[in-house]
């Protein structure tokens, strides 16, 4: 069955960087578009980034634009979200998720499968 | 961007009830809508898409209707597994956006 499991989360000072990661299995990940959500704690989702199946188009919250990337390895089945310049408010659990077909357009952006979440601890 | 505004944001309700939830988007966005449920600690789980189109093993008392800017979600006959945060997500354009979410606690 589809799994991804995230990983990567941890506890870092505002102003760093961090690595997520989430390693998918169970389908052919290099077929979808694939994206990152996340969840402050105690409050709503927010969609953070999404990527095209081979990578070529991406888009972004504007909350994280310009230092978020999102990126993925087709050879590893693996998808990334490179975080610099962190801030309080990016302190949430991250979740990746897939889309439906090689890009996200219209009803083709929904998510039927999510990982677990990794959470990203935001504090000096 | 496309706000979406969910209501109630809280709702107490009892087993059997019927329960609506409202989305309520500030531009048009056709039917690129979806519903997700999620319960405390866990990852959100799909409901709808297209706004009206079950995911494949959600039970029948989940539906969700409209187009444009007004959309629901109604389960018909609310069971105990169902209490949880429900969200809409639009698709419409980019940043793609979440509402508040509604919160279905027991009465």
């Known amino acids: 069955q589809v799994q991804l499991v995230e990983s990567g989360g941890d506890v870092v000072q505002p102003g760093r960087s961090l690595r997520l990661s989430c390693a998918v299995s169970?389908?052919?990940?290099?077929?979808?578009?694939m994206h990152w959500v996340r969840q402050a704690p105690g409050k709503g989702l927010e969609w953070v980034a999404v990527i095209s199946y081979d990578g070529s188009h991406t888009f972004y919250a504007d909350s994280v634009k310009g230092r978020f990337t999102i990126s993925r390895d087709n050879s590893k089945n693996t998808l990334y979200l490179q975080m610099s310049s962190l801030r309080t408010e990016d302190m949430a659990v991250y979740y990746c998720?897939?889309?439906?077909?090689?890009?996200?357009?219209?009803?083709?952006?929904?998510?039927?499968?999510w990982g677990q979440g990794t959470l990203v601890t935001v504090s000096s | 961007d496309i706000q979406l505004t969910q209501s109630p944001s809280f709702l107490s309700a009892s087993v059997g009830d019927r329960v609506t939830i409202t989305c309520r988007a500030s531009q048009g966005i056709s039917s690129y809508l979806a519903w997700y449920q999620q319960k405390p600690g866990k990852a959100p789980k799909l409901l709808i898409y297209?706004?009206?189109t079950l995911q494949s093993g959600v039970p029948s008392r989940f539906s969700g209707s409209g187009s444009g800017t007004e959309f629901t979600l109604t389960i018909s006959s609310l069971q105990p597994e169902d209490f949880a945060t429900y969200y809409c997500?639009?698709?419409?354009?980019?940043?793609?956006?979440f509402g508040g979410g509604t919160k279905v606690e027991i009465k």
């Open positions: 997500q639009q698709f419409n354009s980019y940043p793609l956006t």
């Open positions: 297209a706004a009206s």
């Open positions: 169970g389908f052919t990940f290099r077929n979808y578009a």
């Open positions: 998720a897939t889309s439906q077909g090689r890009y996200c357009s219209g009803n083709g952006c929904y998510s039927d499968n």
